[in-house]
């Protein structure tokens, strides 16, 4: 697995497991940090395609390579569709803009 990827996905996990088990006052920091680091993920994903040769041309492509299949394996599946649905703007050339990853 490309190293940055596998960093940022470690980071996103670790946010996740703190999240699913945060009570009361610190769930909302714990969210936003979780937050936060699902988008930095991403961020590295997109990197990732954008060096990829060839690059892959639709979706299912990109989603059937063995790194994505990785990260499928490891990733909560609440967090598939949010993933999928990220990928697809990386094909599409989409970047979000920090407003837009919150909404």
């Known amino acids: 697995m490309n190293p940055n990827v596998e960093q940022a996905l470690l980071t996103t996990l670790k946010n996740w497991n703190a999240m699913s088990a945060s009570l009361g006052d610190e769930q909302e ?3 936003d940090q979780f937050q936060s680091s699902f988008y930095l993920f991403i961020d590295a994903v997109r990197e ?3 060096e990829l040769e060839p690059r892959p041309q639709t979706i299912d492509e990109l989603l059937d390579m063995d790194m994505v299949e990785e990260i499928l ?3 909560p ?3 598939h ?3 999928e649905t990220e990928v697809e703007l990386i094909m599409d050339n989409v970047v979000r803009i920090d407003d837009d990853k919150y909404d």
Do not use: C, I, Q, S
Request: aromatic letters at 20%; zero cysteines.
């Open 81 to 83: 569709l949010n993933f």
């Open 29 to 31: 920091a714990v969210a």
């Open 48 to 50: 990732w395609v954008y």
């Open 73 to 75: 394996d490891v990733l």
């Open 77 to 79: 599946a609440p967090l």
